[in-house]
């Protein structure tokens, strides 16, 4: 028996769309924010599957996930510094009570 | 063909992964969503150690695990009591998504099914076959300009962290 391809991809299937429900129907940002890193992790594990299965002698897939969890870091910190002021703002991190912006 | 060890390795990941990341979206407390999806990372990153990716494994563990989930952890903490429960949405948000995740799952997985997979080369085959990565291979393809290497997105990234931190403090700043 070997481990194939289709096999890490089913998991990473599941992860993207857990993702995709979470980032529907959550009404809480940072569980927004949770559901989006499990869609990134889903698309960084297909990358390095796709690398290693179809493409064994070259590492795109490798750096390319390595560029994506460089860009998430980043972006995750951006945004807790936004869902911290509004909640500052409003009082709390619902998607629903940050209605208004000040201009 | 792959050792028993390393597939009964795979199912009992694969499972962690499944189950967490379902419990990831929907669990009402969010401290324990954001411990749900740390397993998640955590089994991701064994993925890639037996994919044959150390580096990137590594990076996942010390980056997601280490950085990230502390961020989240203390953002929580800030905006959440602890023992607090998150509203939901209306109704037919709620049958929304569930309707909209399940099709695009069920979609997925057929098309997964009923692709025509090229590549045949086994795992355990690829990696021994010389093709694994080492550090040595890693840093030259960060640091030279030459074709596959990646000197420009590298210091783009560098940049981008940079810009990264300084509108961290800006925008969170007390005025």
């Known amino acids: 028996m070997d481990l194939e391809m289709l096999w890490y991809l089913v998991p990473s299937v599941i992860m993207f769309c857990a993702g995709v429900f979470g980032f529907i129907t959550r009404k809480n940002t940072i569980a927004l924010l949770l559901s989006l890193e499990l869609m990134l992790n889903a698309a960084d594990l297909n990358f390095v599957v796709f690398n290693r299965y179809l493409f064994p002698g070259s590492m795109e897939g490798m750096v390319f996930t390595l560029f994506a969890i460089a ?24 998607i629903t009570s940050a209605q208004k912006m000040k201009f | 063909m792959d050792s028993v060890a390393n597939i009964i390795l795979y199912f009992v990941v694969a499972l962690c992964i499944v189950i967490f990341s379902v419990l990831t979206v929907t669990s009402r407390r969010i401290l324990r969503a ?13 993925f890639y150690f037996q994919l044959g990716y150390q580096f990137l494994g590594a990076v996942q563990i010390a980056v997601y695990a280490g950085g990230i989930m502390v ?12 023992d607090q429960k998150t509203g939901l949405l209306e109704q037919h948000r709620r049958t929304v998504g569930i309707s909209l995740s399940v099709l695009s799952c069920v979609l997925l997985l057929l098309a997964l099914f009923f692709m025509p997979l090229i590549g045949g080369e086994s795992l355990s085959a690829s990696i021994a076959a010389g093709n694994d990565i080492t550090m040595h291979d890693i840093g030259k393809a960060f640091t030279g300009t030459d074709r596959f290497q990646y000197l420009l997105p590298f ?18 700043r007390k005025r």
């Open chain 2, 71 to 82: 961020l989240f952890v203390f953002a929580i903490l800030l905006t959440h009591r602890p």
């Open chain 1, 71 to 94: 860009i998430a870091a980043a972006e995750t910190a951006i945004a807790i510094a936004i869902i911290i002021n509004i909640y500052r703002a409003v009082g709390n991190s619902d």
């Open chain 2, 34 to 46: 954001a411990t749900y999806l740390l397993f998640v990372l955590i089994g991701v990153s064994v």
């Open chain 2, 155 to 172: 210091e783009a990234v560098s940049i981008l962290l940079l810009s990264c931190i300084i509108g961290g403090v800006v925008v969170a």
